[in-house]
Structures are given as structure tokens and as C-alpha cells.
């Protein structure tokens, strides 16, 4: 059952049908990455993937509110011979839904320049909403932010610093922030650590941090 303030280890669509429409101020999240979902070993494994995410999209855009937030932060994809354009399908189904791009930034994972045909040391961060404001000064103002991300398994993990920056900026106290792809928790224990409301899923056991256990150990800040 979908409640405020939890953290479940569970798929996401089982609890969307649950949330209402336009009550969430923010959906700050990271979807699945190609290769962790069972569409990368697939005949049709990039238009079942892209099928996924336009799914999710449509639930962001429905229970987000009209001054509200979604925020995507994600890598492309270097799959097949060919880049998997991830920022750009997001975009085209955030702007199907109506909504408009307030803002974009570069994430740069701990470090640029590696050489690696297969991994991109930057993340696309997209910010959109149907008519939300956002306040732009101070730190917000900066076009790339270097985050010193740590590797649990082969999933990224944002800083809290990172986490609370996205947060702070666009939320106040008391506000609703959801990660329906939540990992190990970052999103969802800075929501916590800054009076915010929250709820996230996790679906697979590796990742899921039951409690926030992960946190009392010393990842990033």
C-alpha cells in the first residue's frame, strides 16, 4: 500500500495506480539503465526499453503538480553500435505530456575524460514542470555540477550534497518528494534529513537499503 514516508522494495507501477493525480512536488530520480532491466538481452531490447520509460514519464507527468518538479539525471548509452540517446527520449515524453524544460544541466560523475567507449563520465539533468518557478541564484546558477559518486554494484550513487542541492532548490519543508527508482536511498534520506516528505521503491534486493543502513556508513556528503 502507498504511504508518505516509506521506502518499499517493490516495483513502482504496482504503486502508481495508488498515487493521486498533481500531489507529488517533486519526481527526482534516475531510471533503470538499460543494461539493469531484462530488455538489454532482448530482439527488441531498446524499443521495449524505450517503452518503459515512456510508461514512467507519463506517470511523472500525471502525479507531479502543475507548480511542480520533475528532475531526470541520467547517462546516455553507448548500446549496439549506436548512442541510446536516454536525456533526449525523456525529453520528447515529459513535452508530450505538456510539460515545458525550466532547466538543464551537465552532472559530472567524480571526473572527465575517461577514456571508455562504453561509459560516459557525465549525467544529463532535465528539469520539468507544467509552471513552477524556480528561484535562480547562487549555487543553482551553475551550468555542470561534479558530484563524487560512489559505485555499489554497477549503479551509480549520487552524494548527498548532490541530492540535497536538486532538493533545496526546488522544495521546501514539508513538501512531497518521490524516487520510484530509488536504488540504495540517497534521494529519499536527504528528503528525509531535510524536513521534506517522501517515498521511493526499490526493485531489486542488492540495492535496497532497508532503513537507510547504507547511510550510517560513510558515503559521500
Given amino acids: ?36 532491466t531484462p530488455f538489454d538481452k532482448s530482439k527488441h531490447g531498446i524499443t521495449s526499453y524505450r517503452d518503459f520509460q515512456q510508461k514512467a514519464m507519463e506517470q511523472f507527468a500525471r502525479i507531479v503538480k502543475k507548480d511542480g518538479f520533475v528532475v531526470i539525471c541520467q547517462t546516455d548509452r553507448r548500446a549496439n553500435a549506436e548512442i541510446v540517446s536516454n536525456h533526449m527520449w525523456y525529453a520528447k515524453c515529459l513535452e508530450e505530456q505538456g510539460m515545458k524544460l525550466k532547466d538543464y544541466k551537465i ?6 575524460g575517461k ?29 555542470m555540477y561534479v558530484d563524487k559518486q560512489t559505485k555499489i554494484g554497477n549503479q551509480s550513487v549520487w552524494s548527498q550534497d548532490f541530492c540535497e542541492y536538486v532538493i533545496s532548490n526546488l522544495t521546501s519543508e514539508g513538501d512531497l ?27 531489486e534486493d542488492h540495492f ?10 560513510p558515503l559521500p556528503l
Avoid at 5 to 20: H, I, L, S, T, W
Fill in 208 to 217: 535496497y537499503n532497508e532503513g537507510f543502513e547504507q547511510f550510517s556508513t
Fill in 1 to 36: 500500500m502507498y504511504k508518505v514516508n516509506d521506502y518499499v522494495k517493490g516495483d513502482a507501477f504496482d504503486y502508481f495506480p495508488q498515487m493521486e493525480d498533481e500531489s507529488v512536488d517533486l519526481v527526482f530520480t534516475s531510471c533503470p539503465d538499460l543494461s539493469q
Fill in 177 to 203: 518528494v518521490v524516487d520510484p527508482f530509488a536504488g540504495v536511498g540517497p534521494v529519499l534520506f536527504t528528503a528525509m534529513r531535510t524536513n521534506r516528505n517522501y517515498w521511493g521503491a526499490e526493485l
Fill in 107 to 112: 552532472v559530472v560523475r567524480n571526473e572527465v
Fill in 115 to 143: 577514456r571508455d567507449m562504453y561509459y560516459f563520465t557525465f549525467q544529463h539533468m532535465i528539469v520539468y514542470t507544467y509552471k513552477g518557478t524556480i528561484e535562480r541564484k547562487g549555487d543553482w546558477l551553475r551550468d
